[in-house]
């Protein structure tokens, strides 16, 4: 019996782990729709930070999963009848992500993923007439918010501990109901990996 049992957990593959640091800039665009089904657009995109540390683990040679804790800066500016109008707003959350990996030779690897986050917004402010106002009390904001999209990256190794990496992630909150407000932030992010 512990023959058996020695073989079964010698036939899974190794699980291989990495730990990768990023940072970058959010393009986010706020997608508001009001009650009336109306999407106006007096708002444009607007940069803010992000940063990420996340543990990536091989489910087999070729594909990896991905989990780990997001800061995320979704803001945006605008004007409404030549009176300016701005967005500022801080969110931490989880992410997640699973797709394959394509080596492409000299330790440059590819990686495609779908990703999921969950996060809760911090701190956030609304900048109109001349006046700051808490977003804390405005439900469209501070609930806990999905978001749903893709990432690509572009990996090169330099040595068998340490990395580099160029990383373009696009999500959305797809929000329905009678009025909301998605946000639709592509992000683009350097970082550090480094392997055990």
């Given at each position: 019996m512990k023959?058996?049992l020695?073989?079964?957990?010698?036939?899974?593959?190794a699980?291989?782990?990495?730990?990768?640091?990023s940072?970058?800039?959010?393009?986010t665009?706020?997608?508001?729709?009001?009650?009336?089904?109306a999407?106006?657009?007096?708002l444009?995109?607007a940069?803010?930070?992000?940063?990420?540390?996340?543990?990536?683990?091989?489910?087999?040679k070729?594909?990896?999963?991905d989990?780990?804790?997001?800061y995320?800066?979704?803001?945006?500016?605008g004007?409404?009848?030549?009176?300016?109008?701005?967005?500022?707003?801080?969110?931490i959350?989880?992410?997640a992500?699973i797709?394959?990996?394509l080596?492409?030779?000299?330790g440059?690897?590819?990686?495609a993923?779908a990703?999921?986050s969950?996060?809760k917004m911090?701190?956030?402010?609304?900048?109109?007439?001349n006046?700051?106002?808490?977003?804390?009390?405005d439900?469209?904001f501070n609930s806990?918010?999905?978001?749903y999209?893709?990432?690509?990256?572009?990996?090169?190794?330099i040595?068998?501990?340490v990395?580099?990496?160029?990383?373009?992630?696009h999500?959305?909150?797809?929000n329905?109901g009678?009025?909301?407000?998605?946000?639709?932030?592509s992000t683009?992010?350097?970082?550090?990996?480094?392997?055990?």
């Open positions: 023959r058996i020695l073989l079964v957990l010698l036939s899974f593959p699980v291989s782990q990495t730990y990768k640091f940072i970058g800039s959010n393009i665009s706020f997608v508001f729709t009001n009650s009336a089904g999407n106006p657009s007096f444009r995109p940069s803010g930070l992000h940063a990420s540390l996340t543990r990536e683990s091989s489910l087999s070729n594909l990896l999963y989990f780990g804790i997001l995320n800066q979704f803001n945006s500016v004007d409404a009848q030549n009176i300016p109008i701005s967005y500022a707003s801080d969110f959350g989880l992410g992500g797709g394959p990996r080596n492409l030779g000299k440059i690897t590819f990686i993923k990703n999921a969950v996060s911090v701190n956030g402010n609304q900048f109109l007439l006046h700051y106002m808490d977003l804390a009390g439900d469209q806990l918010r999905t978001m999209g893709y990432s690509f990256e572009l990996s090169k190794q040595n068998p501990q990395g580099v990496f160029i990383k373009y992630q999500l959305d909150s797809y329905f009678s009025s909301t407000l998605n946000f639709i932030p683009f992010s350097l970082g550090l990996s480094f392997s055990k």
